[in-house]
């Protein structure tokens, strides 16, 4: 009943930027937060950015001053803006809405991912 749609990875250098998106759609009765993880082969699946829906936003230390979160409310989505792009970022990253369906069930939904790979 809720779809996530991720978009904007891809392959840059070192240095580059890249934007992510998510949009959810489906029985979205309200959004209490959105967020971005990422996730590197063999490893565990780590945050990198949230933001709920009073506006306060949380981020990995290692991407702080690098990357932005934001939102547009209005279409359900959230943004992930990627500066100063280091290999060490190279990751599949998931988008991951907190929501309240109209049945009032709260749950996450993650969406299927997005590489995003950072060459030297």
């Known amino acids: 009943q809720v779809q996530l749609v991720e978009s904007g990875g891809g392959l840059v250098q070192a240095g580059g930027s890249l934007r992510l998106s998510c949009a959810a759609s489906?029985?979205?009765?309200?959004?209490?937060?959105m967020g971005w993880y990422r996730q590197a082969p063999g490893k565990q699946r780590d945050l990198v950015a949230e933001?709920?829906?009073?506006?306060?936003?949380n981020y990995a230390d290692s991407v702080k001053g690098r990357f932005t979160i934001s939102t547009d409310n209005a279409k359900n989505t959230v943004y992930l803006q990627m500066n100063s792009l280091k290999p060490e970022d190279t990751a599949v990253y998931y988008c991951?809405?907190?929501?309240?369906?109209?049945?009032?069930?709260?749950?996450?939904?993650w969406g299927q991912g997005t590489q995003v790979t950072v060459s030297s």
């Open positions: 991951k809405v907190v929501l309240t369906t109209y049945r009032r069930v709260e749950n996450n939904y």
């Open positions: 489906g029985s979205i009765f309200s959004i209490k937060a």
């Open positions: 933001i709920t829906s009073g506006g306060s936003t």
